[in-house]
């Protein structure tokens, strides 16, 4: 019998719960606050943008959340996602390391970002709202949620920020394939989009200004909500079925993972993985290292300060406390567009400052070198922001090598590239520069901080003012 390279859950495998790590850390995370009071949040300011059940979710300390029946039978088309051991790349390096990873290309939209958009369109649709408008980075997220609109008959409009408008017009027509609308941001149909666009007509744009324009949208309009793709507590804990699933495979491969991988724009896709494995260790299982993976043009968790700051670049969102590199960076336009967002998710945030995760960050041309090794031995082509996952799995697996140790490694492959192949060209033809961010920049948004005290050590609640 060969040795197996996959590992596949049979559908009556499908988790019936989500995980909510805050159950297990050591320490609740800080409270979210008020823009204006500075006093933590109630579900009364977060209802014009959110249904009742995902405000609920956002803030509840339950370990388990159960999944809805009409999302689990939507999640079966394509989950359990499989687990594959990486054997022809363990071979390619000559390591002993075991290399694992967990793909979640295998989604109608292509990533992990469905298994949050079906949640959020789901409990939308509970409470009757029709319309919901959101962002998108390199356009991951919102084909992803345009899916789930079209699955729940619901209207999508999509910001899309102006730099993979232009370099991804596929993605774009996906999205427009599924009946959403899709605009490049800084938009004129919003305040904020066009108050950039009065300083600078050409503007390649940000998450956090799409933010804007969406929370803008939302707010303004009362059959209308807002979805983000990332960050939040609830989008983290709908990613949580892939960490599950990933536990129960690496029991049928009769393995366990020494360090666990994910790339990290606002965090899901690592948290999504990783934070069902670092619940078990809370809980008296076997230690395990996690390591979020960034873009060095980018880079929120090893260069940013932890503090409260907002989420978008118009300053419509409460505060919350998070690894930022200050709301009104704008990152150099790389090609992993879904990693330019200058916060990190605060949950995040919070579990790095309680020192339970490490964070490391690689430029774009060291990444997409390792996209290419990893698809010249395994045959997928990696999603840009993948790569970042894959160059840190494989730059352990060779210290394996080098140490002659066996580790097992696992790794969330977030996503394919099959839109992303300009950018693949433009590697092999050699015109992928590492674009540095610019250090003025970065030290004028850190000191335009809100003046709010810093969430305290590990995280027990600061005392806003
Ligand atoms: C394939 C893929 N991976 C990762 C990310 C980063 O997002 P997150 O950190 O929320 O997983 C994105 C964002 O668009 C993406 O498309």
Same mark, same amino acid.
């Given at each position: 019998m060969p040795e197996p390279l996959k590992y596949v859950l049979d559908e009556s495998r499908l988790p019936t719960r989500w995980y909510n790590v805050v159950a297990d850390l050591p320490a609740p995370p800080p409270p979210v606050l008020h823009p204006a009071t500075h006093r933590p949040v109630g579900p009364d300011d977060l209802a014009p943008l959110f249904p009742p059940a995902l405000i609920a979710q956002e803030v509840t300390a339950e370990r388990e959340v159960e999944i809805p029946e009409p999302v689990r039978d939507i999640y079966r088309q394509w989950r359990p996602s499989p687990l594959y051991r990486a054997r022809a790349l363990e071979r390619a390096l000559q390591t002993p390391a075991r290399l694992y990873y967990k793909y979640e290309g295998v989604s109608p939209a292509g990533s992990h970002k469905p298994n949050t958009a079906v949640a959020q369109a789901f &409990? !939308?649709?509970e409470a009757g709202i029709r319309r919901i408008a959101t962002e998108t980075g390199a356009g991951q997220w919102g084909s992803s949620l345009a899916y789930a609109g079209a699955r729940f008959g619901i209207e999508v409009q999509v910001f899309m920020v102006r730099v993979s408008y232009d370099q991804k017009p596929y993605r774009r027509a996906l999205m427009e394939t599924y009946g959403a609308r899709c605009v490049p941001s800084p938009s004129p149909e919003t305040a904020a989009g066009r108050a950039i666009l009065a300083r600078d007509a050409r503007h390649p744009g940000s998450l956090g200004i799409?933010?804007? %324009?969406?929370? %803008?949208? +939302?707010?303004?309009?009362?059959?209308?909500? &807002? +979805?983000?793709?990332?960050?939040? !507590? /609830?989008?983290?804990? /709908?990613?949580?079925? *892939?960490?599950?699933?990933?536990?129960?495979?690496? %029991?049928?491969?009769?393995?366990?993972?020494? *360090?666990?991988i994910g790339c990290t724009g606002g965090g899901s896709n690592f948290a999504g993985i990783a934070f069902p494995f670092l619940g078990a260790q809370l809980r008296g299982g076997r230690r395990v290292r996690l390591l979020a993976v960034e873009p060095s043009a980018c880079p929120s968790l090893t260069r940013g300060r932890y503090a409260y700051d907002f989420g978008d670049t118009a300053h419509l969102t409460p505060l919350t406390a998070m690894h930022t590199l200050g709301s009104t960076f704008t990152p150099p336009g790389f090609h992993a567009g879904g990693l330019r967002y200058h916060g990190m998710a605060p949950l995040v945030s919070h579990v790095k400052a309680l020192g339970l995760l490490d964070a490391v960050a690689y430029p774009q041309t060291a990444c997409f070198a390792a996209g290419l090794e990893f698809a010249r031995a395994e045959g997928i082509v990696p999603a840009p922001e993948a790569n970042h996952a894959v160059r840190a799995a494989i730059d352990e697996a060779i210290r394996c090598r080098e140490d002659g140790v066996s580790r097992a490694i696992l790794f969330n492959l977030s996503g394919h590239g099959h839109f992303d192949m300009q950018a693949y060209a433009d590697h092999l033809a050699g015109r992928l520069v590492d674009v540095p961010y610019d250090e003025a920049e970065l030290a004028m948004a850190l000191a335009g901080l809100p003046s709010v005290p810093p969430p305290a050590p590990h995280g027990r609640t600061g005392s806003p003012t």
């Amino acid at each position: 019998m060969p040795e197996p390279l996959k590992y596949v859950l049979d559908e009556s495998r499908l988790p019936t719960r989500w995980y909510n790590v805050v159950a297990d850390l050591p320490a609740p995370p800080p409270p979210v606050l008020h823009p204006a009071t500075h006093r933590p949040v109630g579900p009364d300011d977060l209802a014009p943008l959110f249904p009742p059940a995902l405000i609920a979710q956002e803030v509840t300390a339950e370990r388990e959340v159960e999944i809805p029946e009409p999302v689990r039978d939507i999640y079966r088309q394509w989950r359990p996602s499989p687990l594959y051991r990486a054997r022809a790349l363990e071979r390619a390096l000559q390591t002993p390391a075991r290399l694992y990873y967990k793909y979640e290309g295998v989604s109608p939209a292509g990533s992990h970002k469905p298994n949050t958009a079906v949640a959020q369109a789901f &409990y !939308n649709r509970e409470a009757g709202i029709r319309r919901i408008a959101t962002e998108t980075g390199a356009g991951q997220w919102g084909s992803s949620l345009a899916y789930a609109g079209a699955r729940f008959g619901i209207e999508v409009q999509v910001f899309m920020v102006r730099v993979s408008y232009d370099q991804k017009p596929y993605r774009r027509a996906l999205m427009e394939t599924y009946g959403a609308r899709c605009v490049p941001s800084p938009s004129p149909e919003t305040a904020a989009g066009r108050a950039i666009l009065a300083r600078d007509a050409r503007h390649p744009g940000s998450l956090g200004i799409a933010i804007s %324009e969406a929370v %803008e949208v +939302a707010a303004g309009r009362d059959d209308t909500k &807002y +979805a983000l793709g990332s960050v939040l !507590n /609830h989008v983290l804990l /709908h990613q949580t079925v *892939v960490g599950l699933e990933a536990m129960a495979q690496m %029991e049928l491969a009769d393995d366990w993972p020494d *360090v666990v991988i994910g790339c990290t724009g606002g965090g899901s896709n690592f948290a999504g993985i990783a934070f069902p494995f670092l619940g078990a260790q809370l809980r008296g299982g076997r230690r395990v290292r996690l390591l979020a993976v960034e873009p060095s043009a980018c880079p929120s968790l090893t260069r940013g300060r932890y503090a409260y700051d907002f989420g978008d670049t118009a300053h419509l969102t409460p505060l919350t406390a998070m690894h930022t590199l200050g709301s009104t960076f704008t990152p150099p336009g790389f090609h992993a567009g879904g990693l330019r967002y200058h916060g990190m998710a605060p949950l995040v945030s919070h579990v790095k400052a309680l020192g339970l995760l490490d964070a490391v960050a690689y430029p774009q041309t060291a990444c997409f070198a390792a996209g290419l090794e990893f698809a010249r031995a395994e045959g997928i082509v990696p999603a840009p922001e993948a790569n970042h996952a894959v160059r840190a799995a494989i730059d352990e697996a060779i210290r394996c090598r080098e140490d002659g140790v066996s580790r097992a490694i696992l790794f969330n492959l977030s996503g394919h590239g099959h839109f992303d192949m300009q950018a693949y060209a433009d590697h092999l033809a050699g015109r992928l520069v590492d674009v540095p961010y610019d250090e003025a920049e970065l030290a004028m948004a850190l000191a335009g901080l809100p003046s709010v005290p810093p969430p305290a050590p590990h995280g027990r609640t600061g005392s806003p003012t």
